[in-house]
Every structure is written in C-alpha cells, then in structure tokens.
C-alpha cells in the first residue's frame, strides 16, 4: 500500500487521469494502458483512492488545539496480492513504470527521473492488521475453478440427471480428464506459515503452562497466594483503563452530522456494479494518548488472532469479505479502514450491526464521531442508523477500483473449490457423491 | 419497556388491516392544482372544526372497531409535500430514500434502480408513472363494498377537482367474494404471511428469544415514533415547537421538547407490477408437461396452487405471532429448518426469498457455550449456514390488490390463449425504514442473483432476468433432487415487469392537520 501527499491543488487534474482507467464508474479497465491490473496475476484487488477527509472539522468538538486542518490530502494505491507485498511492487515498478510515473508525479517529492520502485517503497505503509478470507488462495485458482465448475456444468447438463450418482462422477471425471480443463496443481503451504502456525501452537501451549505452574509446582495455599498476587497485578491496569474508557465514553462528543447529499451520490454512482463492492473509509483518532494506544493494542490483536482463529471463509459471523485492513496515518492521528465485501452497502452494514457490532466497537470505537459505546462492547454500532450515517459519511469513493473475478462472491469461489475437491478425492461416499452433484 | 400504542384514532386504518371485507377499490394518482384548495380538502377530510363537511373521511384504526363501508386513505410523494408547502429542511429530515423518490436522475446516479432490480424491461424510463414527469403528489386510496366504488369515486373526484388533477386512476380488480380465496393473477392465493405488529408493546425485541424465528415485530418497525428491532427510533422529522404554533402535532416519544410529525406514520411503497399471465403458464406447462406446470408453478412459489399452503408442512414448535387461527397455523407455523437441502421447497422460491424465516443466529438455543462459540463464528455448520442475515430486521406489511382479470382457471389461458388485457398487481408494502425493508428485501433476497448461495438465478416470479453482472445470467431456476444433480430450468423468461412506482409517506391524521396548516408556498 502505497501513500503519498498530493501536490496541493492538482488533486482535480489527478482525479480526471485517475477516472480515465474506468470501463464505468469506479470500475477499472482490466487492461487500460496506465495501469493493466489484468496482466498481474497474483492480484486479486487493487484501488487508486484520493484520501480527501471531509470529517477533520469534526475534531474542532474536542477544543482548537487538536485541529489538524494542514492534514494533507493523500493518494492510496492498495492491491491484495497472493505472496509478498514487495514483490508485486516491484513487478508494477518494472511493468507499469510509465503509467504509475503518470499518477505519481501528481505526488509531493515524486522525482520523474528517479527510481520508482525505490520512491514507492520509501511511501509504502504497512497495515496494521489485515484480515484475509481465504488464507493460501490464489488469483489463478479462483480462475481454474470457476471455468471447472462450468464445464463441469455442462458435461453434467448433457448426462440424464437420474443416473446412479456414483456413475455420474465417474463420467464426470473422465470428461474432464479428456476435455479439460487443466488445474495447476495446490502450491503447498509455504514453509514460513508453517513455523507461524507451529510457533502459535508453543506460544499457546506456553501460555497454559505458565498460567497452571503455580498449581503444579506449589502447595495449593502458595499458588492460591501467587495467583492472587498476579490478579492484583492485572487488576489495577484494568481498573485504571475502566476509569479512562468511562470517562471517554461517557464525555467524548459524538458527531451525528448525516452525510451530504453530493457525497451519498458519489458513492452510490460507484457501487453494485459488480456483485463485490469496495469500501475505504478514513477518520481521526480522538486525541490523546487513550484512544491511539486502545487502538494500537487491539488492532495488533486483530492481526494475531484473526488468521488463527478465522483463517477460512469468515471474519467472525462474516462471509462477504474477501479482504480488509487497517492502517494508521499520520503518526497515528488518523486511520484507514479498506474492504472488499460481496452485495450491498445496506447489506454489509446489516451484517455488520446484526452480527459483529462488537467487533466494529473494538476496532472503530476510539474515532472521532463513534456512536457512543459501552464498555468498549456494546453500544456503537447498535445504533444502527447512527452507525450508519458515520459509517458513510466516513466512506470515500474509490477512483478506481479493480477485481480480478468479476461476478464471483465468496460463496461461489467456496463452492468451485468444494467442487474441485470432490473431483480429485479418491473415494467419496454415496451421500457425499450426492451433495458434491448438487453444487455443480 | 416497550410503548403500547394507544392512539389508534391517529393511525390510518391501512395500517390495521387491508380491508378484505371491502371488494372494489381504486387508487388515485393526484398533482395538486391549487394548494389553498387542496388543503382545505384534507381538513374536511380529517373533520377539523371549521373545514367544510364532507360526507366521508380519512379511515382510522379507530374506526374499524365497526364496519365500514367505504374507506378513503391518504398518502404524499416528497413532491406532493413541497408543493404544499412544507419546508424544504423538514422535508430533507425525512428518509434520504423517501426524499428522493424510488426513480429520477438522483435515485438512478446513485443506483437504487441498478440495486432494486428497476432495470432492463423494468427501467423508469418505460415506466406509465413515477417519473419525474409522471410523478404524483398524492395518493388517495379508495375502497368500498361490492357496487359501490363508482359513486363513492364520483363524489370524491367531483371535491377533488378545485384543488387537483387527476394524472392516473388506478383501478383494482374486483376482489374475492366474501368465503372465496383471494388471488392474484397467476392464480396463486394471495396475502398469505404477514407480520404481526406487536401493538400491545408485550415483546422486547433482541432478547433470547429472537434465537427462534418470531412473526410478531415491534411497533415501530412500521410505525413512526415507535421503537423498531433495535429498541431504536427510526429517523423521521422532528420539529421545534415554533414550527409547529398550534401545537397539533404529538411530542416524540424519545425526544418530548420536539414534535413529531412521523409519529403514526409510515412509508408505503406503491409498484405496479404487471403480470405475463399467459406467457407464465405457458412456460411452465412446457417445461412441466405432467401436471400442466402446476409443480413447477407451485415450486417457483412455494405454496400450493389451491390453497396456499406451504410445500413444507408446518412445524409442530409455536412461533410467537403466527395463530391462534387454526388456517395461520397451517400456512405460517414454519421455517426452512426442515427443508435444509430444499427437496421440499427450492432454495430460489419466492416464498423462500421474500421472507426467509431466519433467527438472529441459526442453531437457536442450545446453550451458553453453543452460543458464545457462534455468536464469535467458531461453530458453523457447512456453508449455506448463516448466509442470510436475521428476518425481524426486514419485514413488510403488505396491501396489494390485484388488477386486470384474475383467473379462476388458469387452463383457459394455458396454451397461448392470452385474455386480451393486461393484469398485475399493484404491490403496496408498508414499513418505517424503506432502505433496511423494503429496499433491502428486494435487493439483497428477490433480485439477488446469489441469494442463499445460489448462483444465476433471481426470483422466479419477479426476476428481471438482466443478466448481472456483465454477460452473467440470472435467468435459471434450480430445484434440488434427492438422486444428486439439481433440476436446472434455464432461460426463464420475464413474467412481472415494473409499469409504475413511488415512494409515499402515509401520515397520521395528525400529520394531516398538520400539513392542512402549512402556509408555505401554494
């Protein structure tokens, strides 16, 4: 992810460039000569977006001293890619060199005749939590198993539907075996996740050991003494932090000022076009230390937890998002949110207050203009149409935004991985063979 | 605490029922002509002391504690309140979707026609009414017993002349006979499910119990200044006391120092829906020869052709706000729990699409731990669980009539004998929140493409069959077989196409006064 200031003032002429990459609004050209997202394989998204902050007025609730009206206007270049983040940099460094020299010289300190990759690394930020759906699942098997499924659909249409299911896969695995089409083999999981994943495993194992020591090396008076002693320890952090999110949660101004009409109909103009949509949104952190360090903390939780606790198919409840992270900004003044999530807006945010609302309080809580909540928890983004108007009135268009499946939602990519799977298993049962036809 | 409602003399009747006992009715679209006429029709209309005296009235709650014979109700377009006068910063206080109407330049730059399917065939632009050119102010529904709509019409559209013209009259179709099944014109029965509003405010909404699948839904989430789902209220115009001198209109509930001009309100949607009776049975039969289409028709819905009977038979555990009619029980007393891979009932059913009878979370009640572990998404249960989100947030009163011919057998047009005139239906749906209802009911379950995690097909009956996105089609129906494979119908042709739609505000007797007042341009 790539953030660099706009020369102020030309954000217009950028823009107008930026639009110029679009087959309709907010919708890329899989190959327009700027940037040809579709000769990049291992892409899965990408967006140009014009970070432009119409919400730092609202800081002024909080006393004059914490305005931050020279916030520069950025642009953002973010793509969610399959393996290292740097390496696709430096392929759109060597593919679209000219195309992003193009875009970037709209940026402060962009030297035309620099190196590129060097200036885009020294403006790359790292975010500090990324939640992925589908953890080791690439662009190029997405593709395979979408054109599997359909011929596997219409070998199937062609075969009378009453056969013996058992007879059905066979012919059905011969067709494909003959007719095609190829799959590209699974990578294995690189050897990298599997120390990650290993040395969760110690670390959580540690952990139980440590926290059953007491009981299992002392005498029961000593581990009751030890553990009360650790209690008192964790007790008063705790106290104290109640203290502060109290008297933040219940004194913080809350800005309910509805979206304008002119920015609704800018992100509606971009939206449901495809049955994926993206969503950025950017705010401030209220100032002072207590909401940057809760944020700090949680969000490095979100990146420790969330591959392990929900490394496949769902955030929590969530099944529509294929990608999302957080950033800070501006030494950590402000944060970015960026998502790509199937069906729409309404949607989304439906899922969200219905079935995470916890969740959002947790990551989102501490922004200037959150419904107030409670006990970190509760609250927020229970007050649904309150929730919304912040949730949209945060929301910025994307200039551009690319998608490298148009047309499949995660459900679908879930499915046509399920079906390739039925394919190439060895033995299945009867009512497995049964279920695996139904989904073709 | 949920609030009772008490104050049925300032809730239009509509609310309280569809008027079934009363056969003819006719809906009419009006512009106003002369604002001062105009409002002082409404202040006869509401009886105000000094109004002149008309001999009918705008039919409350109240008064359905007797029969009526006839029934005038009344609803506004945001254009119909501007041109009466209401303040633009009043107007702009209520919903974004109401304000901007369901067609135009803004609703399609914004894609709420793109989202709600209004493209293609469907588009505003071949729409009969609704644009803005065609668009209404008012909308004034009459209904009357058998033969006695069309002197119960003449009269109101004789006083309706000094204050308006009359740009559509929407006439209904007779409706059933008294002891006879109400159709629409595929012949379906007609009006089935609906919630039920919990006046008495006896349920607390978000507790445990929504665990379960539940019909009786909070006040609010069809009436203004009542608390919805959520224990919220929905966003609507408060105004300041200045604004209101005389003090007309009721204190909100949440807000006392603010008057509330939504309070005993509500939005309803109107779309004409025309309906290819023949081109649907033909279809059908063709593709169903053995019974003549009617298990693929009954499939599509989800019902039975006759009596209206869900294909899944009704579960023997009680659902909170279905019954205690004994038919109810029958008709209403299930979910799809039962039909988990949908042999009984196919996944894309309308029935299924419009009012999928999901709980706050699936599984229901099984426990602290249970619930924990789901409620964090630890536990799931394959991959169709928990796709579609929880049905109490996105319910709709419906109080549609049918118009054209209603078959009683559909075997005269069976075979391509078209009856030479065109039918439909005029849907008419009521709800406090048109986006996360109505708007979100046809987005994201009828024309959704990818409903439930089906893939290339929208509703059976009210797909636009465009295909989405790009080249992809929408146009199949599956229903899944024991032995494996799906039966896959594709190439379904359109069979409901939009002629007409708006957005309206259906105020209390209250707010009526209350705009009767307004001096504001005109």
Known sequence: ?440 | MVETVTEYEDIQGLLYAGYGSLEEASFLLLRVTNAAEAKAWFAGLVEEPGAEKLSYHVTHAGHLDSHQEQVLQLAFTARGLRNLGLLEDVLGSFSREFYLGIAGAEAEVEGRSRRLGDIGNNAPSNWEWGTPTEMPDILVMLYAEAGGLAAFQQMVTADLALGFEIIRILATAKAAEPGETRREPFGFVDGISQPQIDWDGTREPGTSDDLDYGNLIAAGEFLLGYQNEYGLYTQRPLLEPSQDPENILAPAAESPGQRDLGRNGTYLVLRQLEQDVSGFWNFVSEKSPEDNGTSLAQAMLGRNLTTGDPLITASRAEIRGVGPDAGDIRQNGFTYESDPEGLTCPFGAHIRRANPRTADMPGGRQGVISFLLRALGLKQDGPRDDLISSSRFHRLIRRGRPYGVVIDHRESVVHGESPGITSGIYFIALNANISRQFEFVQNAWIVNAKFNGMDGETDPLLGNRVPFPAENPTDAFCLPQPSGPNRRIAGLPQFITVRGAAYFFLPSLRAIRFIARQNGKG
């Open chain 1, 1 to 440: 992810m790539v953030v660099a200031p706009i020369v102020p003032g030309r954000e217009i002429e950028l823009r107008d460039l930026l639009l110029t990459m679009n087959r309709r609004p907010g919708t890329a050209e899989p190959n327009n000569p700027l940037v040809p997202f579709g000769t990049f394989d291992t892409l899965h998204f990408a967006r140009f977006v014009i970070l432009n902050d119409s919400t730092l007025d609202d800081l002024k609730a909080f006393g004059p001293e914490t305005e931050f009206s020279d916030a520069p206007i950025y642009l953002a270049f973010l793509g969610d890619c399959d393996g290292p983040a740097d390496e696709l940099l430096a392929d759109f460094a060597n593919r679209a060199a000219e195309g992003l020299r193009k875009i970037f010289a709209f940026c402060e300190g962009f030297d035309p005749n620099g190196d590129l990759l060097e200036w885009m690394r020294s403006r790359s930020v790292k975010p500090s939590a990324t939640y992925v759906n589908w953890i080791g699942r690439t662009v190029r098997q997405i593709r395979e198993e979408a054109v599997l499924h359909e011929a596997l659909s219409k070998y199937l249409a062609a075969l009378p539907i009453n056969g013996p299911p058992r007879d059905l896969r066979r012919e059905l695995i011969r067709a494909v075996h003959d007719k095609g089409p190829q799959l590209t083999p699974e990578a294995p999981t690189p050897f990298s996740w599997q120390i990650r994943r290993l040395l969760y495993v110690l670390a959580a194992a540690l952990a139980i050991y440590l926290a059953l020591l007491p009981i299992l090396k002392l005498s029961i008076g000593m581990a009751l003494f030890v553990y009360g002693v650790f209690l008192i320890f964790l007790a008063t952090p705790l106290a104290i932090f109640l203290v502060h999110l109290r008297r933040h949660e219940t004194t913080d101004p809350v800005i309910l000022t509805p979206p304008s009409d002119a920015h609704l109909r800018a992100l509606g103009a971009l939206q449901d076009h495809d049955v994926t949509n993206q969503y950025t949104a950017l705010g401030s952190f209220k100032p002072g230390v207590f909401s940057r360090w809760t944020t700090t903390i949680i969000w490095w939780l979100v990146n420790l937890a969330t591959p392990v606790l929900y490394p496949r198919g769902h955030l929590a409840r969530i099944k529509t998002i294929h990608f999302a992270r957080w950033v800070f900004l501006d030494g950590k003044r402000r944060g970015l949110f960026a998502s790509n999530y199937d069906g729409s807006s309404e949607a989304y945010m439906d899922d969200f207050v219905n079935k995470v609302s916890f969740g959002l309080n947790l990551t989102f809580g501490q922004g200037v203009g959150y419904p107030r909540t409670h006990f970190l928890l509760w609250g927020g983004a229970q007050r649904e149409q309150e929730f919304k108007n912040v949730q949209r009135r945060h929301a910025l268009p994307a200039e551009v935004w690319y998608k490298a499946y148009p047309g499949l939602t995660l459900v679908d990519i879930a499915r046509n991985a399920r079906i390739r799977q039925g394919l190439e298993r060895s033995t299945m049962t009867e009512t497995e063979i049964r279920q695996w036809l139904s989904e073709i």
